[in-house]
């Protein structure tokens, strides 16, 4: 059973991986700590490659500094975000009496959607996804890729047999988007809807029209 602190909404743990996305990953961080939720953050070498090319955000590859700069970017209270490197086994996120029930990989490399549906838990990404879904938690996934061929399909299929959600990347524009920023909260406020996390980011369909 997960030990809540009780200072905070829920824990979720957030997974980013090496897919293009990095704008989908820190809003969404942003959005689950200024809703008051514990954090427990994932970040793979290639995340960190491609965060800084597409948001020149250069994430420390130690977990602790890492942890310090974006609580330092995004206001995050003493304790509310931990930063957990690929091989700390003893983290929470790698055992399912400790685990958060919640956990969103976003952006999903291919890679690592495989990983995940072969269950290779071969980092603390895979081990932590792996948990989940034997505890039959909430998984979120958000690939980002196109096409997709048949072998990124087929873990598409399995994983969300076994209870993942599926959701890509796939912004609206019935909320008429003006801006980046506005396709990036389509999908940010998707998958908080889906981890159960009150959201203002876009108003659901027949509201705010």
């Known amino acids: 059973m997960t030990v809540k602190d009780s200072a905070f909404s829920g824990q979720i743990t957030l997974a980013w991986t090496g897919a293009s996305g990095a704008p ?38 130690h977990p602790e500094r890492a942890a310090a700069f974006l609580a330092e970017k995004y206001h995050a209270k003493e304790n509310q975000l931990k930063v957990f490197g690929k091989e700390e086994w003893f983290s929470p996120v790698a055992s399912g009496s400790a685990a958060p029930k919640h956990m969103v990989v976003c952006p999903c490399s291919t890679s690592t959607l495989a990983s995940i549906a072969l269950a290779t838990s071969d980092n603390l990404i895979e081990r932590a996804a792996d948990v989940v879904l034997k505890e039959r ?12 061929n048949s072998i990124h399909l087929e873990h598409m299929l399995k994983l969300s047999q076994l209870g993942a ?33 009150d959201q203002a980011l876009v108003p659901r369909w027949g509201y705010g029209h």
């Open 24 to 61: 989908y990953g820190l809003k969404l961080l942003e959005a689950l700590l200024n809703a008051n939720y514990q954090v427990f953050l994932l970040v793979s070498s290639a995340a960190r490659v491609v965060f800084d090319t597409e948001s020149h955000l250069k994430i420390p590859s």
């Open 137 to 148: 938690g909430k998984l979120v996934l958000v690939p980002r890729e196109t096409p997709y």
């Open 165 to 197: 959600v599926i959701l890509p990347a796939s912004p609206g524009f019935y909320h008429e988007p003006k801006t980046i920023d506005d396709l990036v909260d389509f999908v940010v406020a998707r998958i908080l809807d889906h981890l159960g996390v």
